[in-house]
Structure formats: structure tokens, C-alpha cells
């Protein structure tokens, strides 16, 4: 029987049979769905599946007219991530003018809104201009990354040198204080960019170190939404579940330490967020069909649990692309048309 | 307590994260003279193992693993030291997590693995030089140097230390063993480790199959 080209969690090559296939398309979804506690992908979604994968087109597409928003986050670092020396305005053109952006996001390359408060002088006219050139709605972003504040980078004690000591307390009080730093630090940058003109404020890689990460973006928006009632606020997580670095946090009565995109984005709703954007982890060492069956039955559950547009993260190493540098366009597409088809989701 | 009923316990000591009742348990089953190995194995092991099935799974947090994990090393400790002669140490092991990577919880569930297994372990931490790894490797005549890595920017340091060894004409006196998120076995195969763990029990698993015990 012919073998289907396909690739592994890590990008390498490897051909399956179609049964092979079938199986891992059973097992991706049978593992998130017992992990979230919802439902499995139909047997429906795992023969459109199968079949997306036996295509021996190199990439494939949506049809035409189901086509979806595209948004992209950290537009203006990614062409310097690949030593291409560019402008952040140019980059920005790129992503207009040559990628089909909907919507566009310039950031600092230190991308974290900690050290972004710093150089706003700086990040403001920049930011001008560039509503000066580009027509798609521009969105300032960076990431919460509580990480930047513990010592030595920041005021708070380090909650990952108290664990080991035991200090079960001590790391619990140094997280809610990094929390309040958080605020301020988002609660500023996005108040100055949101004048300067953005059309919407992006906090990417939420949650990446823990609930207090997740809770200290949930109060920002919070406070920029009663602020600004019109602002866009864009919520990209980090992976598929709230890491427990505290364990005991909690908002509007939930606690946040476990929870699966379903149940974040009901929260992120209920603060202020208006595009919501799950992210699921890539495991390296399954295949992509595991890994995309795996990756649409979160982001399905997510957009049906949902009131507002969801955007999946789809790139390196989450939403079941491979993590290799430059992902392969043959995983890329797949998983793209899987999600808006099968995952029924607003924009990626 | 009969000795099924010990194990059992010894998991769930593990799971609730009991200190105490760890070491009651390990104390119990040397007075008792049970194996040594069969009740790290069979019961604190398995506890672990669970436990960081429910980490994985977001159903159990850091500060409940961190305190799993210590119950679990005051268990083995014991167990450990009441090994016979000669079968006390399986083989020294220096542990560490790749330069650049600051995340070691897997790492240190290894460690607690291998120890639990009857390695001697050198655990020099995270962030670690690659350099570091092979001179205590030198110091303590290790058999195997595990290195760990969280990030695709930081897993090319366990290439670079194959490379160091070999370079340093050292590449057949210590075996290298791989993990961490990011890494495979096509990984390993590639740069050449002895071994890849795709987690903390696999990877014992592989130390003792390195040490030709298995």
C-alpha cells in the first residue's frame, strides 16, 4: 500500500500507512480529549482529516470563500529574528504588501511589556508613522513575562529558587507581588500606545510563566477595557494549559492553575479580551496527524465554549506544527486548513 | 502491614506529597526487611511517576510536585543507604541542564529517578557551562553524563558536548544521555548520545540498559 509522506513533532520525514495514520489521528484527539475533559473529533472531522493527510498535494488550502483572517503577532521582530535587515516600518509593509496581513502588530525586540515602558518615547512615533503608511488595523503587542520580574532582573524574589528551598509560601507571596509590577508595567504601555493611535493592544504568550501570569493579564485588561470600552484587546496563550506555578490563584471565583483553552477563554471573555488566541504544544515526538487531531480538538472545544473571535496560534512548535526553524509549508497548510475547517475557528 | 499494602502506600505517600509518611514507610520496610530496590520500584517510583503524569496534565502544581519530590528523596535516601554493599551504587551519573536553560524540574525528577535507582547522581544544576559537565564528569569518574534541555535554542549544547568530548579524546569514556521537551530520539540518534529518555523513568530505564544491567 503506498506510504503517506509526513512529518514528526520535530520536522523530520517519515512515511506512514494509512492506517498508521488513522491511528495516530485516533489517539491526538483521544489524548486532548481526556486531558480537557471534552469531547473527541467525530468520526467525520477524522476521515476529513484522513484524507487531508493522504492529499499528496504539497500544501493545500481552504476553499475559496472560506478563507479566514490572518493575524499576525510579533510582526516587527521576526524578519531580525532571521537576520533580515529590515525596519520595524518595513516589516510592517511586508506583512502587508506581500504576506496578506489582516491585521499587523509592531513590538520591541525585547518583546515583554517590561521593557517596553522604558522606551515608549521611542516606540511612539515609530508607532505613528506607521499608522501613516499601513492600512490593516496595527496592533502594539509584547508579552506579559512575569519572568523579568525576579531577581536579579527585577525587584522580586525568585519563586523558582524558593520551590526547591521548600519556601512554599515565600514563592507563593513573591508571584502575587510580581502580578502588581505586571499590571502597572501593561496597564501603562498599553494606555500610551492605545493614544498613540493602536487599534488594538496584543498580550502574546500569555500565562507562559504560570497562573500569576495569566491573572496579572486578566486584571490589565481589565483595566484597560473599563479605561478605553473601545479598545481591541488581543489574548495569545502560550500553551494548551494554565501551568500551576502558584497553584492557589484564581479569578472571578476560578481557579486558574489547569485550566484548558475551553475554560480560558471564558475568562479572558469576562475581563475584556475581544480576540482570543489558544495555543497547543507540539509534542516532538508524535507525528503531525497526532499532533493537528490533538491541536483542533482544543481549539474546536475553544471556539464552540466561545462568545468571542478565536485566532489559533499556528507556528513553531504550537497548533501542531512541527518546531523546526522554518516550518515546513506541507505541516504549515494542513494544520491551517484543519483548523479553520474542522476547528471552525475566526482567524489564525 | 504486609508488603503489598506498604507498597501501595509508599505510592500514595508519594502522591499526597507526604514527607513523613515517606519516610515512616521507608524506615518500615527496611525494619521488615523487605528489598530495598522493590519498594523504591514498585511503590515511591510509581508514585512519582504519577506524579508527574498529573503535572503533565495541569491536574496537580509546581509547589505540590516540588513537595512530592522531596518525599520522594527522603524515601530513597533511605532505601538507598540500606542497599548491600556492592549493589549500593549502579553507576555515577553527572546531571545538569543545558547553558542558557534555567528550567530543571525535569532534570531533577531524573536525578530523583536514577538516585531512587541506586545511581550515584552529580546534579550540577541548570544553566550549566558545557565545559562544567565534562570536568566533573573527569572528577568523579562518571560512567554517564545526562544533559537536559527545555529549548530548542539550548538543546544544541548537548551536540556541542559530544563534539567537546570527542575532541578532547574523551568520547569513549563516558556514555551521554539526552532529554528534555525538545529532543528525540532521531535527535539523539543525530548527534550522536548512547541514549535519549523521553522521561524520567524511561531515562533510568536507559542508564541501567547503558551500564549493560538490562
Redesign the interface.
Known amino acids: 500500500m503506498q506510504k503517506i509522506y509526513t512529518r514528526?513533532?520535530?520536522g523530520?520525514v517519515v512515511e506512514l500507512s494509512e492506517s498508521e495514520v488513522r491511528q495516530d489521528l485516533e489517539e491526538g484527539t483521544k489524548d486532548a480529549a481526556e486531558?480537557a475533559k471534552i469531547p473527541p473529533l467525530s468520526e467525520d472531522d477524522l476521515q476529513r482529516l484522513l484524507e487531508l493527510y493522504k492529499c499528496p498535494d504539497k500544501s493545500v488550502g481552504v476553499e475559496k470563500g472560506k478563507e479566514v483572517i490572518l493575524s499576525y503577532d510579533s510582526g516587527t521582530t521576526k524578519f531580525n529574528r532571521v537576520n533580515v535587515s529590515v525596519s520595524k516600518l518595513q516589516s510592517l509593509q511586508i506583512y502587508e504588501r506581500m504576506l496578506g496581513a489582516d491585521t499587523m502588530e509592531m513590538g520591541h525586540m525585547d518583546y515583554s511589556y517590561k521593557p517596553a515602558k522604558n522606551i515608549m518615547w521611542i516606540e511612539q512615533p515609530v508607532f505613528e508613522q506607521a499608522l501613516l503608511v499601513t492600512i490593516p488595523p496595527l496592533f502594539y503587542g509584547a508579552m506579559p513575562n512575569l519572568g523579568l520580574y525576579t531577581q536579579p532582573d527585577g525587584p522580586c524574589l525568585n519563586p523558582?529558587e524558593l520551590?526547591?528551598q521548600?519556601k512554599?509560601s515565600e514563592?507563593?507571596a513573591t508571584q502575587e507581588e510580581m502580578i502588581e509590577h505586571a499590571v502597572r508595567d501593561m496597564v501603562y504601555v498599553g494606555s500610551l500606545m492605545y493614544e498613540s493611535g493602536a487599534d488594538g493592544i496584543n498580550f502574546d504568550t500569555t500565562a507562559a510563566a504560570?497562573?500569576a501570569d495569566f491573572l496579572a493579564t486578566l486584571r490589565a485588561v481589565e483595566i484597560l477595557k473599563k479605561k478605553y470600552p473601545q479598545m481591541c484587546i488581543e489574548m495569545g496563550m502560550s500553551g494548551e494549559?494554565?501551568?500551576?506555578?502558584?497553584?492557589e490563584l484564581t479569578y472571578d471565583g476560578v481557579k486558574l492553575?489547569?485550566?484548558?483553552p475551553h475554560k480560558q477563554v471564558e475568562l479572558a471573555e469576562k475581563a475584556g479580551v475581544t480576540i482570543f488566541g489558544p495555543a497547543v504544544n507540539t509534542n516532538?515526538?508524535e507525528s503531525c496527524a497526532w499532533n493537528t487531531a490533538r491541536a483542533v480538538t482544543f481549539t474546536k472545544a475553544c471556539v464552540e465554549n466561545s462568545n468571542i473571535p478565536i485566532h489559533a496560534n499556528v507556528g513553531m512548535?504550537v497548533g501542531g506544527v512541527p518546531?523546526t526553524?522554518t516550518p515546513p509549508v506541507d505541516s504549515v497548510s494542513r494544520v491551517s486548513k484543519a483548523m479553520v475547517e474542522i476547528g471552525r475557528l475566526d482567524g489564525l | 502491614m504486609d508488603k503489598e499494602q506498604l507498597i501501595k502506600e509508599a505510592e500514595k505517600s508519594i502522591i499526597d506529597a507526604d514527607k513523613a509518611k515517606a519516610e515512616e514507610l521507608a524506615k518500615s520496610a527496611i525494619a521488615a526487611g523487605m528489598d530495598p530496590l522493590e519498594v523504591i520500584n514498585k511503590g515511591f517510583s510509581v508514585g512519582i511517576a504519577k506524579v508527574g503524569d498529573l503535572f503533565g496534565?495541569?491536574?496537580?502544581?509546581?509547589?505540590?510536585l516540588?513537595?512530592s519530590a522531596?518525599a520522594m528523596k527522603v524515601a530513597a535516601d533511605i532505601l538507598n543507604a540500606s542497599l548491600p554493599k556492592g549493589a549500593q551504587k549502579r553507576g555515577k551519573v553527572v546531571m545538569g541542564t543545558a547553558q542558557g536553560d534555567?528550567h530543571d524540574i525535569g532534570k531533577?525528577m531524573v536525578v530523583s529517578f536514577l538516585q531512587a535507582n541506586g545511581f550515584e547522581v552529580y546534579d550540577i544544576g541548570r544553566d550549566v557551562e558545557t565545559q562544567k559537565f565534562i570536568e566533573k564528569a573527569q572528577e568523579v569518574d562518571a560512567d554517564i553524563i545526562g544533559m537536559s534541555a527545555l529549548l530548542?535554542t539550548t538543546m544544541s549544547g548537548q551536540k556541542t558536548l559530544i563534539e567537546e568530548l570527542k575532541k578532547a579524546g574523551l568520547r569513549d569514556k563516558f556514555k551521554v544521555m539526552v532529554g528534555g521537551?525538545?529532543?528525540?530520539?532521531?535527535?539523539a540518534d543525530r548527534i550522536g548520545a548512547d541514549a535519549y529518555g523521553?522521561d524520567a523513568a524511561d531515562a533510568a530505564e536507559k542508564a541501567m540498559k547503558l551500564l549493560g544491567e538490562k
Not at chain 1, 492553575?257 to 484548558?260: K, N
Not at chain 2, 521537551?181 to 535527535?187: L, M
Open positions: 514528526m513533532g520535530d523530520s486531558r523558582m520551590l526547591p521548600g512554599i514563592a507563593r504560570g497562573d494549559f494554565i501551568l500551576g506555578m502558584h497553584g492553575a489547569g485550566l484548558y516532538t515526538n512548535g518546531v526553524e | 496534565r495541569g491536574e496537580l502544581f509546581l509547589p505540590e516540588i513537595l522531596e534555567i531533577s530548542t521537551a525538545p529532543a528525540t530520539q532521531r535527535w523521553v
